[in-house]
């Protein structure tokens, strides 16, 4: 039996801080190759030492059941998850990773897009502690409060939301995930930035992902999420994917945590937005003094004759 753990690890975005440093454009290429020598060198003296730890799920492993049995939970979260651990630290151990936080292992690691070896493990690990707190015993039902008024607003109705999140978990070819994600992001790219950000940027939206990747990658905030891989339903639905999607929408899903991930996220990107503000005006401050003194020193100099 697997004690509660939700209390240890229930805040959604602790990586938040990192995602906003890792996306301001100051992206470090990391020196990957070396520091694999190195990490081998390590593994052979025998000095592993997991800094990524296997979390349980905040229940115990029979409590989803009849809905998600325990023999699932004994292979999907015993098995799978904690070879995703157990491999990640692996590969960190000895480089310059082995002090991350995960997501900004997992942002360091996607590399945009031209992934390094561990980002698969890292970002496993994340989206299987993610699944187990989307989903509660006698979960299911219906959101309330900004959540429902943020669906009704973003998908026209709570039925609308749930038939696009099915078909997305339904249609996900192979392994993958589905999710319910915040999406604050605005678009920049390179020097080129939204010049009209508004509220209608911040939305609601379902997206799907292939294999381990997962909306952190994009500067998404995750909100909520379906595990398809095959692994994941095959003892209990065996390849009835549509039937186990059901189940989760209609028994599982803990509305509670993505309530509050909600609030972290808007919370976290007004954070964000009044930190750029007071950089903006710290620059545009600094800018205006330049001027100043520019203005002052020609006032100083000799008229020519
Ligand atoms: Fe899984």
């Known amino acids: 039996m697997v004690a509660s753990a939700a209390a240890s690890f229930a805040t959604p975005f602790k990586c938040s801080p990192l995602i906003s440093q890792a996306f301001s454009g100051s992206t470090r290429s990391l020196q990957w ?46 098995k799978h998850h904690r070879a995703y651990v157990d491999n990640l ?82 249609t996900q070819f192979g392994s993958g995930w589905a999710w319910l994600v915040y999406k604050a992001n605005r678009l920049d790219v390179g020097n080129s930035v939204n010049p009209c950000p508004s509220d209608e940027d911040k939305k609601l939206v379902v997206v799907k992902s292939p294999n381990a990747v997962n909306p952190l990658v994009w500067d998404y905030f995750p909100l909520l999420t379906i595990d398809v891989w095959e692994h994941a339903y095959y003892l209990d639905f065996q390849n009835r994917r549509p039937d186990y999607i059901s189940t989760f929408m209609e028994k599982l899903v803990s509305w509670d945590a993505v309530s509050s991930r909600l609030e972290a996220a808007q919370t976290l990107v007004a954070e964000r937005e009044k930190e750029e503000e007071r950089i903006k005006t710290e620059y545009e401050d600094e800018q205006d003094l330049e001027l100043r003194e520019m203005y002052l020193s020609d006032e100083d100099e000799p008229e020519a004759d």
């Open 33 to 78: 190759r070396s520091n694999e020598k190195r990490n081998v060198r390590k593994a052979h003296k025998g000095v592993i030492k997991a800094k990524i730890d296997h979390r349980p799920p905040p229940y115990s492993l029979d409590d989803l059941e009849p809905h998600m049995s325990r023999e699932t939970f004994e292979y999907h979260w015993g």
């Open 89 to 170: 630290n692996k590969q960190i151990v000895g480089t310059e990773l082995d002090t991350k936080m995960l997501e900004e292992i997992i942002l360091l690691t996607y590399n945009k897009g031209d992934v390094l070896p561990p980002f698969n493990n890292a970002a496993q690990v994340w989206n299987h502690e993610f699944f187990w707190e989307s989903m509660k015993p006698g979960g299911g039902g219906e959101p309330s409060g900004e959540l429902l008024k943020l669906i009704n607003r973003d998908f026209g109705s709570f039925e609308a939301f749930v038939s696009e999140f099915k078909a997305a978990a339904a």
